[in-house]
C-alpha cells in the first residue's frame, strides 16, 4: 500500500525537466494550479493533456507511472464525480429515477471535476516526481526567505522538512521492529473491528513515539557538535542558481496558458 | 596553532542534581587528564562509569561542577567561544542513524562547514576529502538510509572531518554495529590517526579497541585508575577484573596459562603475539 502511492515519491532520471531550478518548478506549479481552474471547455481540457503529456515525456517520467499513483485515491475522485452528477440541478433532465435526476448540466460537471482532479494530481506529481527531496526543501527555503522579515521562518521549515524526509524510512524500519516484537508477544493487529485494531495500535504507538523523542534529543546534540546556529551565516555546498532553461520554461508556460484562455473565448464546448 | 595538549583536564569534578527528590548524584572526581596533539587515547570503562560524561565535558555540550576543561586552551565554561570548542573539537556518538541529519550522504557530510559559513568552493573540497578519507566518496550521492551501520557510522565520520577538528571525540562508536561493522570503524578511526596525524579519543567498553591506542585510560565509579600503553594496563589481568573490567582474549588465555604455572609474557596484546608466545613455549617444552 505505502509503495503504491507516487504522490510525493522522486523519480530519478536525467531530463530538462529534473535539472530546472527547483524555485521555477514550484512557482510553475502554483500558476498551473490556478490555471487548472480557469479551463472551461473540452477543447481546453485538450490542451492541458497535450501540456501534461509532453511535460512527461520531457521528463521521462512514464505516463503509466503517475497514473498508476493515482489509484489509490481513484476513491475520492469518484465520489465527487458522484456527488456531480446527482446533486447539481439547472439544465435539461436525460435521466430520472425514483430520487437520482441526472441533468445534462450534471454530468458536464461530473466530467468537469474527474478531469480537473486527474490533472491537478499528475501536474502537482511531476514536480515531486522530476524534484530530489533536498532540492524542494531547498527551493521553498529561497522563495520564503523573503517572508523573513515578516516572520517566516524559512530556514527552519525547510529544515524540519529535511530532517523529517530524513527520518520517514528510519522510523519506517523501527516502526516494522516493534510490530514484530509485539507480535512475537502474542499482540494480533489483524482482527477484531475497527475500534479493537485501532487500540491494538497503541502498543506500536507509544515505543514509537518514546524512541522518536530520544531521536530528537540525540540528533539536537548532534547538530550543535556540528556548530549548528540555525540560519544565520549559513553558506551551501549546493547554491541554486537560475539558468538560461528556466527563463524558457517560464516562456513555454506562457503560451500554455495563453492558449487555455484562448479556448475558454473560442470554444463553448 | 595552539598549545601542545589539544585537552587538558584539571581537577574537574561533575555532579548533577535530580530535580525530583532533590539528591545529588557525583559522576566524575578529581579527573586530570591532558591529551597531546597526535595522540590516540582509549578511554575504558564499563557502562556507569562516567566516560560518556567525559566526552561530553570535551567540547561543552556539559561543563564542569568544578575545575575545568581546556579545549584547545580555550576553557569550555566561556559561553561566547562556544563555537570555536565546537568546531575544534569533533563528536561522533552512539547511533549513526541519530547524528545524520539530511537525505544525502554529501549534503550531510557538508553540513558542519555549512553552519560555520565557509564558502561552496570549499565545502566541496572539505566533503570530497572527508569522505575520500573514510573511504565513502563513491557512496556520496547515496541516501544514508540505503548504507549499513559501519557505512553510517563513516559518514558520521567523514561529517565530523569536515570541520577540520583539531581532536576527534567517539563515544562508542561501535556499540550499535556488527563486528564487521566494527572493524571497519576501527580501521577507519586507527588510519585517520595514522595517516592524518588526527588526535583521537576512543570512548569504549571493548578492550580489542582499546589495544590499538597509543595511551589507555581506565575510568572506574567517576574516577582514573590507571593511564598508561595498553601492554602495561592490560598485563594487570586481575586490576581489571577486579573493576569488572574484561581483557583482550589472547591476553586472558596468556593469563591463565600463566596461572596454571606455565613461563609465558602476560603482556601479549593480541592473537599473533600470543600464538608466538605459545609456539615458543611448545619448542621449550620439546627439548
Known sequence: MITDITIGQFFPAESVIHRLDPRTKILLVLVYVVVVFFVKSFVGYMVLALFVISCCAMARVPVRFILRGLKPIMFFILITALFNLFLTSGGVIIFHWWIFTITDEGLRF?????????????GTSLLTLTTSPILLTDGMERLLSPFGKIGVPAHEISMMMTIALRFIPTLLEETDKIIKAQSARGADF?????????????????????SSFRRADELATAMECRCYRGGKN???LNKLEYGRRDAFAWLIFAVFTAAVFATNFLFAF | MGTDDIIKIENLNFSYSNSETGKTTEVLRNINLNVRRGEFVAVLGHNGSGKSTLAK??????????????????DTADEDRLFDIRSRVGMVFQNPDNQIVTTIVEEDVAFAPENMGVPPAEIRKRV????????????????????????KQRVAIAGVLAMMPDVIV??????????SGRREIINTVSRLNREEGMTVILITHYMDEAVRADRVVVISDGQIVRDASPREVFSQV????????????????????????FDIKTDVLNAEECTSEIERLMTQARK
Open chain 1, 110 to 122: 461530473a466530467v468537469f471535476m474527474v478531469l480537473r482532479l486527474l490533472f491537478l494530481i499528475m
Open chain 1, 190 to 210: 489483524d482482527s477484531g473491528n475497527l475500534v479493537r485494531r485501532a487500540k491494538a495500535m497503541v502498543p506500536i504507538l507509544i515505543p514509537l513515539f518514546i
Open chain 1, 234 to 236: 549559513r553558506t551551501r
Open chain 2, 57 to 74: 565535558l570535551m567540547n561543552a555540550i556539559l561543563t564542569p561542577t568544578s575545575g575545568r576543561v581546556l579545549a584547545d586552551g580555550i
Open chain 2, 128 to 151: 570530497d576529502y572527508a569522505l575520500k578519507t573514510v573511504g565513502m566518496y563513491e557512496f556520496r550521492r547515496s541516501e544514508p538510509h540505503h548504507l549499513s551501520g559501519g557505512q
Open chain 2, 170 to 179: 567517539l563515544d562508542e562508536p561501535t556499540a550499535m554495529l556488527d563486528p
Open chain 2, 238 to 261: 586481575d586490576e581489571l577484573k577486579k573493576i569488572g573490567l574484561d581483557v583482550p582474549q589472547a591476553t586472558e588465555l596468556a593469563y591463565l596459562l600463566s596461572k596454571d604455572g
